[in-house]
């Protein structure tokens, strides 16, 4: 992943010096995007070893609507721990607008059955998306994520919000808009989820994956990660592993961490860096 150690590096030395909500401070360029042929691997980071358990669960999380760390947590992921209230919950995060989009009559579209359907009866269009900005449930910028969460808000509003599919001689290919990433941390879960989300609808569609764009509003790196992007800015990339799912789901709804197998992944070593919250 190449491309990524450009972005690190364009971030170093074009970003502005930006306040941020957090207090951590960043440095920031806006607008960026990095393409990838799923054909040419499985687009796990090898500069530093990520953990593909969270990377996977947190995508079943996302996809059977939950909205608790609960579920998270029991399947060691513990990601989104600094977020939720002491009951576990986010608000109404991702997999709520996701797949139970609230309705004004009360009731719900699921915005993922849509996207499978359109992949397999209708795969010329051109709104095959879905997107998780749901203006009436983000958070009040003046409390903290958690209180939100509490009154029903968003802990945090989405920043990976737009998916969108693209089919083409039986191939299938996602753009991704994330409208703030946090280089360092979130982006490499980000590139790799959208991934895992391609290979897993092109399994239930009967397409073959083709190619990821990740398209990045403000794209940052924390003041407090600077010493770890320049490790990472002194590794090479090594070959990146492959992906395989063992089984196929009656629905897309029915993966289980175990059904992916990550073959021939040599990273260097993690890089612990402190999250802001
Ligand atoms: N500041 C910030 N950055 C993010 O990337 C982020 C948020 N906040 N808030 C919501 C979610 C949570 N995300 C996170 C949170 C923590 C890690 C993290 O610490 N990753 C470690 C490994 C931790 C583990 O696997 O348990 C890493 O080295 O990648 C990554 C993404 C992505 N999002
Ligand atoms: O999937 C994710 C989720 C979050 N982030 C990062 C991007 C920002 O650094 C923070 C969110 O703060 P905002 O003030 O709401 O922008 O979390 C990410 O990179 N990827």
Redesign the pocket.
């Known amino acids: 992943m190449k491309q990524y150690l450009e972005l690190l590096s364009d971030i170093l030395e074009n970003g502005a010096a930006k306040g941020d909500r957090?207090g951590t401070g960043t440095r920031s360029v806006f607008g960026r995007q990095i393409r990838h042929n799923l054909a040419d691997g499985f687009p796990l980071l090898t500069t530093k070893k990520?953990?593909f358990k969270?990377i996977a669960n947190e995508l079943i999380w996302f996809l059977s609507g939950n909205t608790n760390i609960r579920w998270l947590n029991e399947h060691g992921v513990?990601?989104?721990n600094e977020?939720a209230t002491e009951a576990g919950e986010l608000g109404p995060v991702y997999g709520r607008q996701w797949t139970a989009w609230p309705t004004k009559d009360g009731g719900s579209i699921n915005q993922i059955d849509y996207v499978v359907n359109a992949l397999k009866n209708n795969p010329n269009s051109r709104r095959i998306l879905f997107h998780g900005w749901n203006p009436e449930y983000l958070p009040d910028d003046k409390l903290s994520p958690t209180e939100n969460a509490r009154q029903g808000k968003m802990a945090?509003p989405p920043?990976h919000l737009l998916y969108q599919f693209y089919v083409a001689n039986g191939k299938l290919s996602a753009q991704l808009y994330i409208r703030s990433s946090?280089s360092f941390?979130?982006l490499p879960?980000n590139i790799a989820s959208v991934a895992l989300l391609t290979h897993m609808l092109a399994q239930q569609c009967d397409l073959i994956a083709h190619e990821i764009v990740v398209s990045i509003g403000d794209l940052h790196a924390y003041s407090n990660h600077i010493e770890q992007i320049n490790t990472q800015l002194l590794r090479s990339p090594r070959p990146l592993p492959t992906l395989i799912i063992n089984r196929r789901p009656d629905s897309i709804y029915g993966y289980k961490f175990e059904d992916f197998e990550i073959v021939g992944y040599d990273a260097h070593p993690?890089i612990?860096?402190p999250?802001?919250v």
Do not use: M
């Open positions: 957090t990520l953990h969270s513990n990601i989104w977020w945090l920043c946090d941390l979130g879960y993690s612990a860096a999250i802001a």
